[in-house]
């Protein structure tokens, strides 16, 4: 199992920038593949970005796609999600997930770990 802790999250105006970081153990990082997903109020959690195991394959979800950028750290044990020019729409609460196996997937059935999540608002 994999216990994984986010953090980065926080209060933005439009137009600003955040990064998230979340930080790994009990597994060997590279051997599986890393996502983010969101959850705003009232809306069901979406995919957002994922990472494969050695970080060679990333995808991104079509309403981030040029805007955010996932990364991976293998030394470090760490992904990052970067998101720029945020929108107020992006607010959420953003766990990470960590992947049964090294393959890049957009599915959350694919996931077997979770983060407690982390907050991000971005303000008009």
């Known amino acids: 199992q994999v216990q994984l802790v986010e953090s980065g999250g926080g209060l933005v105006q439009a137009g600003g920038s955040l990064r998230l970081s979340c930080a790994a153990s009990?597994?060997?990082?590279?051997?599986?593949?890393m996502g983010w997903f969101r959850q705003a109020p009232g809306k069901e959690r979406e995919f957002v970005a994922a990472?494969?195991?050695?970080?060679?394959?990333?995808t991104y979800a079509e309403s981030v796609k040029g805007r955010f950028t996932i990364s991976r750290d293998n030394a470090k044990n760490t992904v990052y999600l970067q998101m720029n020019s945020l929108k107020p729409e992006d607010t959420a609460v953003y766990y990470c997930?960590?992947?049964?196996?090294?393959?890049?997937?957009?599915?959350?059935?694919?996931?077997?770990?979770w983060g407690q999540g982390t907050q991000v608002t971005v303000s008009s």
């Open positions: 997930a960590a992947g049964s196996r090294r393959l890049v997937t957009r599915n959350p059935d694919e996931y077997n770990s």
């Open positions: 990472i494969s195991g050695i970080g060679q394959y990333t």
């Open positions: 009990g597994r060997t990082f590279s051997s599986y593949a």
